[in-house]
T-cell receptor, first 111, second 115 residues
Framework: SQQGEEDPQALSIQEGENATMNCSYK?????LQWYRQNSGRGLVHLIL?????REKHSGRLRVTLDTSKKSSSLLITASRAADTASYFC???????????FGKGTKLSVIP | KAGVTQTPRYLIKTRGQQVTLSCSPI?????VSWYQQTPGQGLQFLFE???????NKGNFPGRFSGRQFSNSRSEMNVSTLELGDSALYLC??????????????FGPGTRLTVT
């Protein structure tokens, strides 16, 4: 399988703390994306980082990409209870809309 | 702008039956992809359509098929249902153009239960 791996599988933190999730993948990529999923519902796109970018910010989110290590990390700063969800990284190859997803990190933010 | 819509939202079928799921992409989006999500296998790509043509297909048996209409709406069909087909089926649409520049927008999914 070309599925990536996410680490940790589950993360529990207090509100206000930062949450860091890591993602590794196996193939060369064109871009890497992070999605959030609330309890068995649809996926919500959070951020996209292209293969020639190293870091990207969006609000309380910071994503890094290291193509030499085939890894990415998502940092959520000042977490809120509403951030409780599963987070997935996904990547696609050149010219393709096909996404390969990691197994996800289940984040619980305790109020 | 309305989001991606999927119908029905929930479905219960019996082994051996067939099922058709529908997806309406965001207006103006011409690429539609389908994914299957199960607790064991996670999110897996089924197929992708663009301008009524299947461009990519995942590693699923021939019982899984799909099509896209001229208005970009898409359907997927699963014939001879098996218990293992129980899953959340997600549809995603994207803006045509350079795939590396565009995120995908997902619908709420159809929860299929096979008994």
């Amino acid at each position: 399988s070309q599925q990536g791996e996410e680490d940790p599988q589950a993360l529990s933190i207090q509100e206000g703390e930062n949450a860091t999730m890591n993602c590794s993948y196996k193939t060369s990529i064109n871009n890497l994306q992070w999605y959030r999923q609330n309890s068995g519902r649809g996926l919500v796109h959070l951020i996209l980082i292209r293969s020639n970018e190293r870091e990207k910010h969006s609000g309380r989110l910071r994503v890094t990409l290291d193509t030499s290590k085939k890894s990415s990390s998502l940092l959520i700063t000042a977490s809120r209870a509403a951030d409780t969800a599963s987070y997935f990284c996904a990547h696609s190859g050149a010219g393709s809309y096909q996404l390969t997803f990691g197994k996800g990190t289940k984040l619980s933010v305790i109020p | 702008k309305a989001g991606v819509t999927q119908t029905p939202r929930y479905l219960i079928k019996t082994r051996g039956q067939q099922v058709t799921l529908s997806c309406s992409p965001i207006s103006g989006h011409r690429s539609v992809s389908w994914y299957q999500q199960t607790p064991g296998q996670g999110l897996q790509f089924l197929f992708e359509y663009f301008s009524e043509t299947q461009r990519n297909k995942g590693n699923f048996p021939g019982r899984f098929s799909g099509r896209q209409f001229s208005n970009s709406r898409s359907e997927m069909n699963v014939s001879t249902l098996e218990l293992g087909d129980s899953a959340l089926y997600l549809c995603a649409s994207s803006v045509p153009g350079q795939a590396e520049s565009y995120e995908q927008y997902f619908g709420p999914g159809t929860r299929l239960t096979v008994t």
